[in-house]
């Protein structure tokens, strides 16, 4: 099997590393991530310029683009054969709820998605708010995630992919499929005043989890429900975002 590995987090972070390292034993691992950090970029494509992929060791590469250049590359024409599978991350930090829509690591796999096999993100999602550099802290996540695709993917519609956030807890109780969780406003930003007068912005931390009330099946938890307790997050998501629910109200609306 020939399994693609991608980040947002640079082709040097500890996370991606891991990830490699625990999945060499499942076939053939080439990793092709930014030259350097590319947080929120989620899908975004570099069309201005041009794009440099650099061979840096043995079945590593680093691109000077975003996380989804790096996945669009590698199946349109940078290598001579095709991937079996996309894997992206381990991305240092959860990604639950609304944090899709800004995670390079979930763009990533989104391109992807038209994979036979459904493309991964993964994200570990500490309690505390802490730098994981060292590629020990991911050795746990890496692991789990070798043991999960040994055992073989869920079948899912075409265009979905799988956002997986794993606690960084000292042992996992498990895991659970969720839906993806809500968070409140964001933190307000800062100001502040740069060495030569400027006023300069920083974006302000995402909001919290907040209670959802929204119809599922009893037992199905949100994302965020089940990293605070200790479990695996499983969350089938897809390209589509339309909401068909309201299409024939919002047409008679329209008139």
């Known amino acids: 099997m020939n399994i693609l590995i991608a980040n947002d987090d640079g082709v040097f972070a500890p996370g991606i590393q891991a990830l490699a390292k625990a999945l060499r034993p499942l076939g053939r691992v080439v990793i092709v991530a930014p030259e350097s950090e590319r947080s929120g970029y989620s899908s975004a494509l570099t069309l201005d310029r041009p794009l440099r992929p650099i061979q840096i060791a043995q079945d590593v590469w680093a691109v000077n683009g975003t996380p989804a250049d790096c996945v669009y590359l590698s199946m349109n024409g940078l290598f001579d054969f095709e991937f079996d599978l996309v894997v992206s991350g381990i991305n240092s930090g959860a990604n639950l709820g609304d944090d899709v829509l800004y995670s390079g690591t979930v763009g990533a796999a989104f391109e992807g998605r038209l994979m036979k096999q459904p493309a991964i993100a993964v994200s570990l999602a500490g309690s505390n708010v802490r730098s994981y550099e060292n590629i020990n802290d991911y050795a746990v996540a890496a692991q789990w995630v070798h043991d999960f695709l040994k055992k073989g993917l869920p079948n899912l519609p075409a265009r979905h992919i799988l956002n997986i956030n794993i ?13 993806q969780g809500l968070r409140g406003q964001a933190k307000p930003i800062t100001s502040h005043v740069d060495p030569r007068g400027r006023q300069v912005y920083w974006i302000g931390l995402a909001g919290e989890a907040v209670t959802d009330l929204r119809k599922t099946p009893s037992h199905i938890q949100s994302d965020f429900f089940a990293v605070a307790n200790g479990y695996v997050s499983i969350t089938p998501i897809q ?12 047409q008679t609306y329209i008139g």
């Open 167 to 179: 606690p960084d807890v000292p042992e996992l109780k498990g895991e659970k499929v969720t839906y």
């Open 239 to 250: 390209m589509d975002a339309t909401n068909y629910n309201i299409l024939e109200d919002l």
